[in-house]
């Protein structure tokens, strides 16, 4: 007879290395989701580092900016309405600067596209008169091919955000500087496209970001330095799932006057934050107050990489980032627009010389309650002003003369 001796785990053994690889897989899988964030974080870096290079060859090329409500405008034949008609035979002056810098960051097959006239929509099907060289309005032209193209140097691979009801996403915007209004939509001009005196009086006061609407800027307006200058920055798109960030409330002055709150109190729209969710807006039944009206699911923040509409393609230095997104509903000129982002903690903004920084939610970013500068303000606020947002405030405006005594 032989004898075989056998061998194997005993089940006591066998537990103890299943609770062994447990633990390590425990420790392991928050290590693997904070390395691809990580990633995505350097994409979306690296996205925001080309547009800056785009726009500095932009400007070598065309010695000024890509404007802010680029486009031609055919008032005289175009559908009644004004300059915000939904027209299908002009862009009535309202695409915003990502358009210009198509060409400058390998898209130039879908510049060319838009720079002529285009006998096909999206679907295709042949039109019987063509799409206008330079494209119709961006507002809600799902036939418009360019228009519901996504445009992947325009998007942050940390945002989940995609598909309808949005168009061609974006998660980068212009800087309108520390403004709360005046005139994001109109700009210098009246809603027939004529210039206004008015309306340049209070721009010229007001909007002291790089970027203003329907003007032409360069970067010889920069007189705080490029370097210490923002540019742009990020946002998140918009989910429908009543985030403070992306989906905007619409305040309307209780007695309807023309009293703006938000240009007083910027800080306003924050009441309606849910208590026990601060990232989204209260439903009343957390101790909170309910807004009485939420922006609906079909105009969110970054739905539209076409449109200078402010929701879309602007930012401004304000409130602090990830902080609220409130526009007035009474005027479509006021507006609080922080930048936003997927990332833990901040986003990345660009300045004007290119950099790309990352800039946290805990930013100084002065007195929330304060108001903005403007044409009609007195003391402290009058035009030129230093901004009543902090360092923050300071960064977004180009020609305020503030000194950047420390970093960010």
Known sequence: ????????????????????????????LPAVQAAREAARRMSCSNNFKQIGLAIHNYHSAFKQLPEQGAGFSDIGNDVS?????????SSQRNLSALVGLLPFIEQQALWEQIANPMGTNADGTIRPVPWPQMGPTPFRQFNYRPWVTEVPSFRCPSDPGVGLPAMGRTNY?????????????WGPYNDVLELDTGH?????????????????????????GLSNTIMMGEFATGLGDNDVRTQPLNWADPDGSDDDILFDNPSFCQGF????????????????????????ASFLRGFSWSDRNYLNTTMNTILPPNSVTCLR???????????????????HILMGDGAVRFVTDSIEAGAATNGGVGLDQ??????????????WGSLGSRASREVIDGEF
Not at 273 to 296: K, M, Q, Y
């Open 200 to 224: 340049v009086a209070h721009l010229r006061a007001s909007a002291r970001g790089v970027f203003v609407p329907r003007t032409k800027t360069a970067f010889r307006d920069i007189l705080d």
């Open 81 to 89: 309405g004004g300059s915000w008609a939904q027209s299908e035979i």
């Open 329 to 347: 509903s009474n005027s479509s000129d006021s507006g609080i627009l922080p930048p936003s982002s997927q990332h833990q903690g901040g986003v």
């Open 378 to 391: 007195i003391g402290p606020r009058t035009p030129g002003s230093r901004s009543p947002y902090g360092l």
């Open 1 to 28: 007879m032989t004898k075989r001796n056998t061998k194997g785990f005993t089940l006591v053994e066998l537990l103890v290395v299943i609770a062994i690889i447990g633990v390590l897989v425990g420790l392991l």
């Open 273 to 296: 934050t849910s208590p026990l969710r601060p990232r989204f807006w209260s439903d009343g039944a957390d101790g909170g107050t309910a807004p009485s009206r939420v922006a609906s």
């Open 173 to 185: 915007g212009v800087c309108m500087g520390d403004t709360t209004h005046r005139f994001f939509l």
